[in-house]
């Protein structure tokens, strides 16, 4: 029996809801389920190749070794799913709500997920690759054991995410949001990262080679022992970042705010930046032979002494011994005012 005509479908037909039923091994290509409420189905190793369930709820379906190929679950809610070493190449998900689903081993080979939540899944083993990922949302997901060629990454979500090790040079990245999230030792090397935001993130040890950062946003972030080499900076924000024993080698920042940014025995030689806001950046070890800095902010910027012989400066501003003196200006304590 197949689609929609399975004796089980038919009973439930009149009322679309069907619970704790047993569908495994069911032949259900094709069927048309949409607005269906299936709750905690058993559907291992069914076969849904093509079936219709936009917006269905799936919520507690265990289905192992499904077939989903060309399965369409837009705007479907799958909460608690137990999609282990299930197939949707080709899956239509826009706006599907996947959350606390294990999604271990499964396959999203060209599959669509735009505008999609995968909130509190485990993706250990699973293929995105060639998918729609646009505007997804997969905050805090763990993904270092993804396939990610080819994955469309636009605007996605990927805050607190972990991607650790993770070669992102295969994917298409564009202004996706990582803030906080973990990538150490990730190969970014000849991308383009317009508009990314890796606020607070982790991404030391990253290679980053030849990047290209324009508008991107690097506060608070860790690029300890990164690798910058050839690095083309436009417009980025890097307050607070850490830069301690990175490779900037031949790098360029133009307009960029590296304010109180850290760069403790890291390698500037031939360096360029421009227009920068360096203010109190910390430079001890630093390496800045053959570096040019023009029209950069080097207020309170350590150690002065060594900046300036070892790079070539021209047009920057120094440090402002009362405007320093008053920044560092603390009210008096308490006791203090009593005494």
Not at 45 to 53: E, I, P, T
Request: aromatic content about 4%; hydrophobic content about 40%; overall charge negative.
């Amino acid at each position: 029996m197949s689609g929609a005509g399975h004796p089980l479908l038919r009973q439930a037909a009149s009322t679309r809801q069907l619970r704790q039923a047993d569908l495994r091994g069911a032949d259900l290509r094709q069927a048309d389920l949409r607005g269906w409420s299936l709750q905690e189905v058993l559907l291992d190793s069914a076969d849904l190749r093509g079936a219709r369930l936009d917006d269905a709820s799936l919520d507690g379906c265990r289905l192992w070794r499904a077939r989903l190929e060309s399965i369409s679950v837009r705007a479907a809610s799958l909460h608690a799913c137990d999609l282990r070493q299930a197939v949707l190449d080709e899956a239509d998900a826009e706006h599907a709500m996947l959350t606390e689903c294990c999604l271990a081993d499964s396959r999203w080979r060209a599959a669509r997920l735009y505008h999609a939540q995968l909130q509190g899944c485990e993706h250990a083993g699973a293929d995105y690759g060639g998918a729609d990922l646009t505007r997804c949302s997969a905050e805090a997901a763990d993904w270092r054991r993804v396939g990610l060629r080819g994955t469309r990454l636009h605007t996605a979500f990927l805050r607190d995410a972990c991607l650790d090790g993770q070669d992102l040079r295969v994917c298409e990245l564009v202004a996706c949001d990582f803030s906080g999230a973990s990538l150490r030792g990730c190969q970014l090397s000849d991308m383009a990262l317009e508009r990314t935001q890796f606020h607070g993130a982790d991404l030391s040890q990253c290679d980053l080679r030849r990047a290209t950062l324009r508008m991107a946003r690097l506060q608070d972030t860790r690029l300890a022992e990164a690798q910058l080499q050839e690095v083309q900076a436009q417009h980025v924000l890097a307050e607070r970042a850490w830069f301690t024993g990175a490779r900037a080698d031949a790098s360029t920042w133009n307009g960029c705010v590296l304010r109180r940014s850290r760069w403790r025995d890291a390698v500037l030689a031939a360096a360029r930046l421009t227009s920068c806001d360096w203010s109190f950046g910390e430079l001890h070890g630093a390496d800045l032979r053959d570096a040019e800095l023009n029209l950069v902010n080097l207020h309170a910027c350590e150690p002065a002494q060594a900046i300036h012989e070892l790079a070539r400066c021209s047009n920057c501003l120094d440090t402002d011994p009362e405007l320093l003196q008053a920044q560092r200006w603390q009210p008096p304590t308490h006791k203090e005012c009593r005494s």
